[in-house]
């Protein structure tokens, strides 16, 4: 596998084409903090990211890596369900986010019980549509080798094929095999970008 660049590189590396210094960006599923991390890096000191986790240690796990990295000043953690995004963002967020990015699944090392179901993800899914700016996007990785996974990936990918106008899937990325199903990476954009 040396030489591969991984989904998540792939995916961060689509990221740049959306946000800019001063850029709002939104991390729905912070776990580990490195996409966090990367949207910190892209929207510079002038801009803001939102990563929201339902696991405090995710987010003490984040902090600490943001803290490392002199990040920690441009991200608000927010503690709640992503499914209940509404809620859970600063007023003044809708229409202004540059990228929303979600990672689901289950925390690496965490506890695998505690994990993104399609009831909650949908929802944040639509969601950070209505929080996206005209020229924002939205970048999903679902995964499809734990218990549930399945199931989340194909309402993903139900979401991603009813997309409402002006909103379509620019990009999509499966890996794995039909005997060992891999992530599965979507973007949406406005049309024509």
Known sequence: MS????????????WSRY??????ALDATAGNGLDTECLARLVGKEGRVFAVDIQEIALEITRQRLLKAGLADRVSL???????????????????????????????NGDHAIRTRPS???PALMEALLQLA???ALSVV?????????????AVERFFNTLPRPWTCVEQLA???????????????????
Request: with cysteine.
């Open 134 to 136: 005209p020229d924002g």
């Open 78 to 108: 927010v503690r709640g369900d992503h499914g209940r995004l509404r809620e859970l963002l600063a007023c003044g967020t809708r229409g202004r986010i540059g990228l929303a990015c979600f990672n689901l699944g289950y925390l690496p």
């Open 3 to 14: 030489g591969r660049r991984s989904l998540t590189e792939i995916a961060q590396e689509a």
């Open 175 to 193: 890996t794995g095999s039909a005997e060992k199903p891999g992530p599965v990476w979507w973007l949406a954009a406005t049309e024509g970008d």
């Open 19 to 24: 946000l800019r210094p001063g850029s709002w």
């Open 142 to 154: 679902t995964y499809r080798g734990h218990d549930g996974a399945m199931e989340e990936a194909a």
């Open 120 to 122: 909650g993800t949908i």
